[in-house]
């Protein structure tokens, strides 16, 4: 089904930052991909909130470590409204505190499939459909990096900095690779904000043992990052490309 409105895939769009992604781009109107590998229930009860305020939405269930489920995820999207302007890269995953030397290749290999391939993967799906140079209306790709990216996130995981640290990379070669394509790349780097993130690597506790740490003595909420996101997205950041904006608290 052809739309005019916006649309917006969402990776890793049913919980945490990703689902405030997903709460404000409702706000602004866009029509909405949202991605999930498990939460279908959160993914769903996200469509219908799309759905009440008249918007398109669906939720579609892809692990964005697998190109395979990557490519299914856009037929979806080609198929459902025929256009893509927004990419926000979003899916993530840590893992338990380790040091580097014990970390294991299995779970390096599995962050930097989620964390990196899977960014990968979406943002050239993305740039195929959004490229000037491939007839497409140009667009916008936020990725979700982290501020462990230039904290490198000793004794708890090098692994999953390294996976935000070549994000970074991407964001700035991409950028100017596809500058004079229509399409802008961004990247936000979170700190330490409130979302199951930190329960899943095992210590649900982590933001408010760290928040003093933080220059703001505080952690931050999705929201703040996803406000962050959405204006990066946005026409009001129509000339700011290859740019890092860190919603980290000053840390
Ligand atoms: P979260 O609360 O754990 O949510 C992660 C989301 O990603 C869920 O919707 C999950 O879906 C989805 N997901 C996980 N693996 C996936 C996969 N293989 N394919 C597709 N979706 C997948 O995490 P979060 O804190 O919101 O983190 C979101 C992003 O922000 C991540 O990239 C993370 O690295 C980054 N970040 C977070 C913080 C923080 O303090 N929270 C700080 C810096 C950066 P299911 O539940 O369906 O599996």
Known sequence: MA????????????????????????????????????????ANALVDKAAAAGLNAIAVQADVGSAE????????????FGRLDVLMNNAGIVAEPSKFEDLEEQRIRRIMDINLMGAIYCAKAAV???STQ???????????????????GPNEYVDY??????????????????????????????????????????????VDRLANLVPMQRGGTAMEVALAALW???????????????VSGGR
């Open 3 to 42: 739309t005019s409105n916006k649309v917006m895939l969402v990776t890793g769009g049913s919980r945490g930052i990703g689902a405030a992604i997903v709460e404000a781009a409702i706000i602004r109107g866009y029509d909405l991909c949202i991605n999930y590998t498990r939460a279908e229930p959160e």
């Open 69 to 80: 489920q990557v490519d299914k995820l856009y037929t979806e999207i080609d198929n459902k």
């Open 128 to 130: 195929k459909r959004m």
């Open 134 to 152: 491939h007839n497409g209306n140009g667009g916008s790709i936020v990725n979700i990096s982290s501020i462990a990216a230039i904290l490198g």
């Open 161 to 206: 900095a390294m996976s935000k640290g070549a994000m970074d990379s991407m964001t700035t070669g991409l950028a100017k690779e596809v500058a004079d394509n229509g399409i802008r790349v961004n990247a936000i780097r979170p700190g330490l904000i409130y979302t199951d993130i930190h329960a899943s690597g095992g210590e649900p506790g982590r």
């Open 232 to 246: 990066l997205a946005s026409d009001e950041a129509s000339y700011v490309t290859g740019s890092f904006l860190n």
